[in-house]
Structures are given as structure tokens and as C-alpha cells.
């Protein structure tokens, strides 16, 4: 069974930074695009960023500049480091990995709240 465990989530204040976890199984990084979602109340859920195998990254624009996605390989691991965090970011993040058109997970989300 895929499990994606995401962690990390919390309350900061503006200008505050987070990192998100997400751990995976074993040997996921070599074959999956991880990415983070996020989801804020009454809206659709939104891609933030991704990371490929071969260790391109790619960025909405609202993240771009504040946001950088990486992983630890020895420790089936992808991060979301987000810096100077604005009241807009409030939402659910989730973690996905994609595998083409047929093999997609996600995570159960953790919460983050920007707010003063």
C-alpha cells in the first residue's frame, strides 16, 4: 500500500516561515513526480510546485520566489520549504506523486494558517 504522510502544518504569523513534509515509501522518487497541492476554503485545490525524478522543479507563480520543493532520497523524503508566508497561503497542502495517467496518490493534507 502507497502511503504519503505529510507533516509540518501549523499556525505562523505573516512574514513567518513553515517546512512540510512528506514522507513515502521507498524508492518513490525514482519513478514518481512529487508534488504539493494546496487547498484553501471554497476554493478548488491548486498545484504549488513539483518535482521531478530527474530534479526539475516547477512553481505556481503565487509560490515562485518564496517557496522551494526538494527531497532526501536516503530518507524517502520531499520537503516544501515556505518562506515569508502571507495570509493568502492559508489552506489544506497535500502531497502527491503522479506516475503518468494511471498511478496517482495523495497524502491526507496538513493544515497551515498564516495569520497574526
Known amino acids: 500500500q502507497v502511503q504519503l504522510v505529510e507533516s509540518g502544518g501549523g499556525l505562523v504569523q505573516p512574514g513567518g516561515s513553515l517546512r512540510l513534509s512528506c514522507a513515502a515509501s521507498?524508492?518513490?522518487?525514482?519513478?514518481?513526480?512529487m508534488g504539493w497541492y494546496r487547498q484553501a476554503p471554497g476554493k478548488q485545490r491548486e498545484l504549488v510546485a513539483t518535482?521531478?525524478?530527474?530534479?526539475?522543479?516547477n512553481y505556481a507563480d503565487s509560490a515562485k520566489g518564496r517557496f522551494t520543493v526538494s527531497r532526501d532520497n536516503a530518507k524517502n523524503t520531499v520537503y516544501l520549504q515556505m518562506n515569508s508566508l502571507k495570509p493568502e497561503d492559508t489552506a489544506v497542502y497535500y502531497c502527491?506523486?503522479?506516475?503518468?495517467?494511471?498511478?496517482?496518490?495523495w497524502g491526507q493534507g496538513t493544515q497551515v494558517t498564516v495569520s497574526s
Open positions: 502527491n506523486a503522479k506516475r503518468g495517467t494511471r498511478y496517482e496518490y
Open positions: 518535482l521531478t525524478p530527474s530534479g526539475s522543479t
Open positions: 521507498a524508492g518513490f522518487f525514482s519513478i514518481y513526480v
